[in-house]
């Protein structure tokens, strides 16, 4: 049996899902970060449980032939990315797997294809930044967490980064250390500045910061923007938002816009996207036009089709469904989602769409319940998947197709296991895209026919 401390030699066979490798000793599983299938490595044991433990690279006897050098400086201490470290060919067959594994283990699906996965970009790919701000001896800093906990790692250049995020990120992290306005220190509860969050539309160049602070009168917050405005004379926006909160959400409820129009915009194959602080929205464009694109495909649409969009964020499925269908429903709980889904539909005169706000959970219950048809529904929950009452509500309702996008294969698994109970529905394909290169995660999207 393995204890805390030890030192073991061990082989890596697999990754998670959470991008770890795995090997075994003697039957008891070791997961051990930043190792990739093949590695041979000495490990040091830093935690047991009674079938598995964690353990810490101490040296690396054998390099697997899918090992390379990764790009990042920190990638080390980050917990940001996890497999930079394994070729990108190879973590596409990573990802792979994750979701067959999943589909089988946990669906009980044998036979089922799943596709080679979909990549597009895999450098500096992401629209979205969220870096917590901190001190680090004496300095003001911001960055990622690492890997399970809150200890800043000091970021300037993500790679995984839009460049424009990079060089906000930057600016405004010098602007707040020159004028010595603190950051907030979770411990306590003192200081001002918790995250920065900065968002690029990659198409129009546009670019938001939003300053997450804990009180909206800060002392020298009219310092602040004159040096970024000085700093960052393209910035298209800057948001102040308040959380004073204890808590590890980052955004709070309150917006308060400084300059611009307080959203950007993006754009993808025509359709205009207005995109405000608290909306989500993919943070991968070329990635999300693949995603988007098969699950239009999945849900072989002709154009007599009613759809139903469930968990429509700011109604970017929707109104791709509704060029090709008779009339789009969106529904999404966030409120200021909803109103980007709806100005979003007017941007682009899209006329077939209409959304509403509320638990999807909800609301289908209630759509079943009155004996509303739709021939196609769509879901792309959170990583927690759907709620059951959800699933039992589409069987009720029978839509002839239902696609599933998910950016977690585990709940997947589970909810189409669900849905397929008593032959309901038929999983058709499964497609793994790779929206988040360099990290364990993969976006999956399914076609499932009655
Ligand atoms: C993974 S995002 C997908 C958004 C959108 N389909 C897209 O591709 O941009 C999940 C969305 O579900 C929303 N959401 C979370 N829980 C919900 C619920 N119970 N009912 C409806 N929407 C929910 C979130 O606010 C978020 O916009």
Redesign the pocket.
Known sequence: MLKKDDIVEIKIEDVTHEGEGVGKIDGFALFVPKTVTGDVVKAKVISTKKAYGRALIEEIITPSPHRVEPKCSVYDDCGGCNLQHASYEHQMQIKRKIVSDAIKRIGGFEDVPVHETLSADSENYRNKMQAPVGIIEGKTVAGFYKPRSHDIVETESCTIQHSHNNHILNNIVKAVRELEIPPYEEKTGKGTIRHIMTRVGVATNQTMAVIVVTDKTFHKKGDLVTKIRKLLPKLTTLVINVNNKKTNVILGEESQVVFGPGYIEEISQDITFKISPL????VNPKG?ELL?NKAVEYASLTGEENVI??????G??SLFMAKKAREVIG????PQ?VADANENAKINKIENVKFIE????EIMVDLAEKGEYNDVVVL???RKGC?ESLLVAIKRMAPEKVVY?S?NPSTLARDLKILCQNEDYKLEEVQPVDMFPHTGHVEVVCKLSR
Do not use: N, R, T
């Open positions: 909306s989500f929205f993919q999300m988007y969009d469930a968990y429509c964020g700011l970017s499925i529904i999404e709980v966030v989602a509320g638990k999807a959970e792309d929950p959170p709620e996008v950016c």
